[in-house]
């Protein structure tokens, strides 16, 4: 069983060692944030059933390269969410105050080319994540 005093002393102590080498020089903090940018961006459409793995995506994202047998809209959704963390991350350095309207924009961005029908609304429907067993 995981103990969640343990996971937070170990927590702390590694937030302790990042603070003592802070700040990071700006190309290590560049290629963090990258880093994350594209695993998130991986792990966020996978969930929604894009099939590009964690190497495809990164291609996609950094060399801006189409990878055969996957659709316009898998290379469209890689692209649009990395544009949507980006203006989210604009929005934080800005101390822009989140909001409906920005929630919505930012859907709007991870859906441009893709579904304009639905960019910016909420869902009215549950929708499970694909590949998921919900009955066992």
Partial sequence: MVNIQ??????????????AIRPLPGSVAENLRQDCHIKNTYHSN?????????????????????????????????????????????????????????????HAIVLQGIDPSIA?????IELPPPNILTNV
Avoid: W
């Fill in 120 to 124: 910016g609304k909420y869902r009215t």
């Fill in 6 to 19: 343990d996971l937070l002393t170990k927590a702390t102590a590694l937030k302790d060692k990042l603070d």
């Fill in 46 to 106: 996978a969930i929604e059933g894009n099939t590009l793995t964690l190497y495809e995506t990164k291609t996609v994202l950094e060399d801006g390269v189409t990878i055969a047998g996957n659709s316009f809209r898998e290379h469209a959704e890689a692209n649009n969410h990395r544009e949507a963390l980006e203006c989210l991350g604009a929005l934080v350095n800005e101390d822009t105050p989140m909001n409906q309207r920005t929630i919505k924009d930012i």
